[in-house]
């Protein structure tokens, strides 16, 4: 037991000090060049008079953070989702959590064109329960909500609400890129808008952590964990709150990242078990990291363009997808 | 027997539906053409009135998405009786986004060969389209048997696989291009040329028979792998070769048009609905359902932004996706 604990601090200090590295290379390197050497000495003498340093500052630092920050959150969502709904399954992206949200921002920026980032923020919280509702809806069908047919439904409802915000961005003239809809863009993210979603981020991850020993005591089975005294209810309308505010302000501020909330929790197990008490800290930290490096790589391989970074996500989370369900373990039901 | 006559008389309001949604099509777009410079245009295309507009950008328009529309169709229609698959489609599956791969893959690999000689793309589209295929039915064997729910799980997987490598691909291109791919994914007729009708018209003519005349097998196929075997069907070599022709349909159809879902799985639907599941005739019908829904959409698509062009695969999803999640309900 000892032996474990020290392993999974030992996995969160490894991890931090990667993340730490990466987000300082991040914003150290880019087309317009930089050093670490002028990032120090931007952020330590607040020297912004240099053009670099402006650039760091104001350009890379709010980008390099909403990676970091949306990159935890994805990945916190999908593990709630998972120990919610025992789906392995479950993703944000692939139950149409995202198009949802991203629906309904779609949405108010052409009825509601002078919302406040807030404000496109709650909208998008709306569109997640209004996606939730509509795949839980059709998914239960008669029969009860397999894994195989809520990601079915998801995939439907996704290919939905994804079309209707796409032919709204177009139909409109919305600046936003058609595939910032399916693939997120971290391009053009400013202070503003990441400082009025960082606060909602951060409270629905400390909820999901509190959270975490519920999850752990729900995985032993409904039926256990009902007769420990848990109020199954409650856990799972808390979680449910919380992946709709974890993906609602995410994709207000990058777009629909899927995938992300699909493998950075297996992995997590793969490295400190199924507790998730370790699993939820474990998964925000590797999630930050991978969007963190996912958007390094995305601006360096067809440099000076970007490549929407969702679809990198997507390119590593698939080939987990495939064997996930290849393997059926927990979906055949 | 009454109630055949009457699917037969339904069968008929078909091409009618279509042959009114062409005319609709003709007279909707940016410029309008009075209705008389139709007609001489169509009538003596050569002659000094003729409409440039109409002849060089509309039509050949208005053909692919009827062609486009007819092939993925029946391609769809084949594949839910081959896979014993209600929900089964070729954007559903991913064939459409392995052939769209491999169309990309052939355009920056081999950019001598595709000016002149447009024939090849389906080519390609056709090997990325069956990989996908043959991938997913291994995918989906469970213990000698298919799995209907795996495939198409397999099928979202790799559908979204081949839409991020086509993304990350396409950025490298300039910006032009990559507004190419985006709506490539997003499912716009590309092409709008008369070489590519060519080309689509080639392809169809060779396949569209080969899967028509098995319409008897595909009614048998739907009894069970049992049943058909009894009755004297070599189940799996007439699956294969179904499978295969209805995967290069829908692979040819998608290097022209772009990665449009929903069509195969909502057109063979509407039309079971109309003349009911023998494939003599629902086959006939599939395709002229998906003709015009493609059409239908299409027209709407560029008339209802003007100057806005919406891609038809985004109108195509609007309108079936419901669909999907009603069937998959009913399920």
Redesign the interface.
């Known amino acids: 037991m000892l032996s474990s604990a020290r392993s999974f601090v030992l996995i969160l200090l490894l991890g931090s000090l990667a993340l730490v590295a990466s987000l300082l290379f991040s914003v150290s390197v880019g087309i317009a060049g930089g050093d670490l050497q002028t990032l120090f000495r931007t952020l330590v003498y607040a020297d912004s008079s240099s053009d670099m340093g402006r650039v760091m500052l104001e350009m890379r630092m709010p980008r390099v953070l909403a990676a970091c920050f949306t990159g935890a959150a994805f990945a916190l969502a999908g593990a709630v989702m998972q120990g919610v709904t025992h789906n392995p399954?479950a993703d944000a992206g692939?139950l149409g959590i995202n198009a949802g949200a991203g629906f309904l921002i779609a949405l108010s920026a052409v009825l509601l064109p002078s919302l406040s980032p807030t404000g496109s923020m709650l909208v998008a919280f709306l569109g997640a329960a209004l996606a939730v509702v509509?795949v839980y809806g059709?998914?239960m069908?008669?029969r009860s909500a397999g894994p195989?047919?809520l990601?079915?439904?998801g995939?439907?409802?996704a290919?939905?609400l994804?079309?209707?915000s796409?032919?709204i961005a177009?139909?409109?003239?919305l600046a936003k890129?058609?595939?910032f809809w399916?693939?997120g863009s971290l391009s053009g993210i400013t202070w503003q808008h990441l400082i009025a979603v960082i606060p909602w981020i951060g409270a629905a991850a400390f909820v999901s952590l509190l959270l975490s020993e519920k999850l752990s005591v729900l995985a032993l089975g409904e039926e256990s964990a009902a007769g420990l005294g848990l109020n199954i209810r409650a856990v799972r309308l808390v979680g449910l709150a919380t992946v709709l505010v974890l993906a609602g302000a995410s994709v207000s501020l990058v777009g629909g990242i899927?995938?992300l909330g699909l493998i950075v929790p297996h992995m997590a197990r793969l490295l400190v078990g199924s507790d998730y008490r370790r699993l939820m800290p474990t998964s925000a930290l590797f999630g930050a990291l991978l969007l963190v490096l996912s958007d390094i790589a995305a601006r360096m391989?067809?440099a000076p363009?970007?490549?929407?970074v969702?679809?990198?996500v997507?390119?590593l989370?698939?080939?987990v997808?495939?064997a996930l369900?290849?393997r059926?373990k927990g979906i055949d039901r | 027997m009454r109630r055949r006559n009457q699917q037969r008389r339904a069968f008929w309001l078909l091409p009618v539906a279509l042959a009114a949604a062409v005319a609709v099509a003709i007279n909707c777009g940016y410029s309008q053409i009075p209705f008389a410079d139709i007609l001489t245009s169509l009538l003596r295309p050569g002659g000094p009135d003729a409409s440039v507009v109409l002849l060089q950008i509309r039509l050949p328009r208005i053909i692919l998405a009827v062609l486009c529309g007819m092939g993925l169709a029946l391609s769809g229609c084949t594949l839910q009786a081959v896979t014993e698959n209600p929900?089964a489609d070729p954007g559903?599956l991913g064939i459409n986004a392995g052939a769209g791969f491999a169309v990309m893959v052939f355009l920056t690999a081999f950019p001598a060969l595709h000016i002149d000689t447009m024939i090849y793309q389906p080519l390609f589209a056709m090997v990325g389209g069956l990989a996908v295929a043959v991938f997913l039915f291994r995918?989906a064997k469970?213990k000698g048997k298919m799995r209907p729910?795996?495939m198409?799980?397999?099928g979202?997987?790799?559908s979204?696989?081949f839409?991020?490598?086509l993304?990350?691909m396409a950025?490298?291109m300039e910006?032009s291009s990559?507004?190419l791919v985006?709506?490539w994914?997003?499912g716009n007729i590309w092409g709008s040329g008369w070489q590519q009708v060519e080309v689509l018209v080639f392809y169809l003519l060779i396949l569209t028979p080969l899967i028509l005349s098995r319409a008897s097998v595909l009614d048998l196929l739907l009894l069970g792998e049992d049943a058909s075997c009894a009755l004297g069907v070599r189940v799996q070599r007439e699956r294969k070769t179904l499978l295969l022709v209805a995967v290069a349909l829908a692979a040819s159809c998608v290097s022209v048009s772009g990665g449009i879902?929903?069509i195969g799985l909502v057109a063979p639907h509407v039309a079971r609905r109309i003349v009911g599941v023998r494939h003599r005739l629902l086959l006939p019908a599939s395709v002229l359902t998906g003709a015009l829904l493609l059409l239908v959409a299409d027209t709407a698509g560029r008339s209802?932004?003007q100057p806005?062009?919406?891609?038809v695969?985004?109108?195509i999803?609007?309108l079936s996706?419901?669909w999907?999640?009603y069937l998959?309900?009913?399920?």
């Open positions: 399954l692939l509509m059709l998914g069908g008669r195989i047919r990601i079915l439904a995939a439907g409802v290919a939905f994804t079309a209707l796409q032919g177009l139909g409109f003239g890129d058609l595939s399916t693939a899927s995938f391989i067809h363009f970007d490549t929407p969702g679809a990198l997507a390119a989370g698939v080939p997808f495939l369900t290849y059926g | 929900l559903i995918f469970r729910g795996y198409l799980l397999g979202i997987g790799v979204a696989g839409s991020a490598l993304l990350i950025t490298d910006n990559y507004q985006a709506r994914l997003a879902g929903f209802f932004f806005i062009e919406i891609p695969g985004i109108v999803s609007i996706a419901p999907f999640l998959l309900r009913k399920i």
